[in-house]
């Protein structure tokens, strides 16, 4: 090229494009050990506990015998914990977050209950725990059940959804509620005909990560008093129970082999829960993120 | 009753947002089914005072007003007035177009049902979006995205989804700022058009359309900072040919503004 160099420019080109290099390299070494450890997890547990997985152990109850212990009371208690969770979670998130972008005023009040709220978010769970024992457990009085249990990990994952949905309120236009009001909506009117629906995909998205973060906690729940050998199925609200993380820690913490690798297949299991419940919240954002037809 | 020649009317208006004043002072009033254009320099107060005539500015956070508002002689700023019951009276285009994210159907239709209307829905939005002038162009589509629509059209269907809850006065805030020539003059004679059914009052900062689509004109000034005050009304004719205030003259020979 027939460049003529300015004689007050150094331009090192040599030096800058090295740079450069080096440091697409180091982002690309920075993915590399993330996704090494990653396939380095997985490949453990698969090679520990795949052999373990079958409809006999997610449909068994826990057993002295390593080969016979199944998780069927752990995987459905999860569930049902984070269902209850999520309901609760969702229902009052969502009151909450609207009630403070639409109604509250812009006032010193509502900043500090704003604070408190990205405070609550960093909690460490197990007060959480000490939090649902005290409330759910004692003083409502409804035991060591799965209902306590799945209200105290909705309080846990409550700040999550709150923040994702005030978010996704706050970034609908304005423009859409003034054309509403114009038309002589309500306030009412205007959040759940043209408000919610806008920022429903975004509200779904911290459910996504409120369900991931319900299902994987364990602290607040041991506080709580879920038992750890559970040989029955939850049958009702009422029912005492256990979760997969639960079972999982106590089967890594005996001695004998076959239980090590009943931990590693109900990983598999938790993990395939995980990225199946997050799956179907994905589908659901999809669905209402589809606009009508063009 | 009688109808006063009068269907709007301001009596003292002064608007204020916390402390800072928007309007100051304004008496005017606006002509049945004629078109009354509010014009001046940017940050005279002309959105703020078509706001008023449909209580948007309640919407606005420490904004209070003093002096008063009439609709067909009744106060709009009157305790008892629910500021939604008024709203679907007097309609409002905004200077974006807003479509709602529906279906064009939807849009249309949407003003209507929250107004718990119980007629035949079908054909009410093929009436409104006839008299907005796009029913020719989307019939084959109504339930189609609203956000497929050019710019013009979609300010024609916003002007429609007014319309179908049948106001009396349709309010348009600078409704041609974001479209091109030929959109805006589809929009001026619309305009003509339903200035013989509705009363409106449009906000403009385009001088040529003041002088080619309004029957009366209203300049605004904001004079020592004091919020917008009323300089000029009148005829639209007079006011571009022989205003009589030399701040009309200079802002509409281009002098300022």
Same mark, same amino acid.
């Given at each position: 090229m027939a460049i003529i160099a300015h004689p007050d420019f150094k331009r090192h080109m040599a030096r800058r494009q090295w740079q450069g290099r080096a440091f697409h390299a180091l982002c690309l070494m920075a993915v590399g050990v993330a996704l090494a450890m990653l396939v380095l997890l997985l490949g453990y547990l698969i090679q520990q506990g795949v052999s373990r997985v079958s409809w006999d152990f997610i449909n068994g109850f826990p057993s002295r015998n390593p080969d016979e212990a199944g998780i069927k009371a752990a995987l459905l208690g999860s569930i049902y914990v984070v269902l209850i969770a999520a309901v609760v979670a969702f229902t009052l998130g969502v009151g909450a977050a609207v009630y403070l972008e639409e109604y509250a005023s812009r006032n010193w009040r509502t900043r500090l209950v704003q604070i408190n709220i990205a405070n609550l978010a960093g909690v460490p769970s197990i007060v959480y725990g000490i939090l649902g024992l005290e409330i759910f457990v004692r003083s409502l009085g409804l035991g060591r059940s799965v209902l306590a249990g799945g209200l105290t990990m909705g309080l846990l994952v409550l700040p999550i959804i709150i923040i994702a949905a005030q978010e996704a309120v706050r970034a609908v236009p304005r423009s859409v509620r003034e054309g509403a009001y114009a038309l002589g909506a309500t306030r009412w009117q205007a959040i759940w005909h043209l408000v919610l629906p806008q920022a429903l995909p975004g509200i779904l998205t911290g459910v996504i990560l409120a369900v991931s973060r319900a299902l994987g906690e364990t602290a607040p729940l041991i506080v709580m008093g879920a038992l750890?050998?559970? &040989? $029955?199925?939850?049958?009702? &609200? $009422?029912s005492r129970f256990t979760v997969l993380p639960i079972q999982i820690f106590n089967w890594i913490s005996r001695p004998q082999a076959g239980f090590h690798q009943a931990a590693a297949a109900g990983i598999i299991v938790l993990l395939i829960l995980l990225l199946a419940m997050n799956a179907g919240a994905i589908l659901l954002r999809n669905k209402f993120q589809r606009r009508p037809e063009a | 009753m009688q109808l006063s020649e009068h269907i709007l009317q301001t009596r003292g208006l002064s608007v204020y947002y916390g402390t800072k004043?928007?309007?100051?002072d304004v008496t005017l009033n606006v002509a049945r089914n004629r078109i009354t254009a509010i014009i001046g320099p940017s940050g005279c107060g002309k959105s703020t005072l078509l706001r008023c005539f449909n209580r948007m500015n309640d919407l606005v956070p420490r904004s209070r007003i003093t002096g008063q508002v009439l609709f067909e002689g009744q106060d709009l700023y009157a305790p008892d007035v629910d500021p939604t019951e008024i709203r679907y009276q007097i309609g409002m285009v905004f200077q974006r177009p807003n479509p709602f994210p529906k279906s064009i159907f939807e849009n249309v239709a949407f003003g209507p049902k929250i107004n718990g209307f119980r007629g035949n829905l079908n054909e009410l939005v093929e009436k409104s979006l006839v008299r907005a002038a796009l029913w020719e162009e989307v019939k084959d589509r109504v339930n189609a995205s609203a956000l497929a629509l050019s710019g013009g059209q979609q300010q024609r269907l916003c002007i429609a989804r007014a319309l179908a809850v049948e106001p009396r006065v349709i309010l348009m805030?600078?409704?041609?700022?974001?479209?091109?020539p030929i959109a805006t003059l589809a929009i001026e004679d619309l305009m003509r058009e339903l200035s013989q059914e509705y009363s409106i009052v449009i906000v403009t900062h385009n001088m040529q359309q003041a002088a080619r689509v309004s029957d009366y004109t209203t300049f605004l000034m904001n004079v020592e900072n004091r919020g917008g005050q009323l300089v000029e009304f009148g005829d639209t004719r007079q006011i571009f040919t022989?205003?009589?205030d030399e701040r009309t003259e200079a802002y509409i020979t281009g002098r300022f503004g």
């Open positions: 750890t050998f559970v &040989p $029955f199925a939850p049958d009702g &609200p $009422f | 004043q928007a309007i100051n805030d600078e409704p041609c700022s974001s479209l091109d022989n205003p009589k």
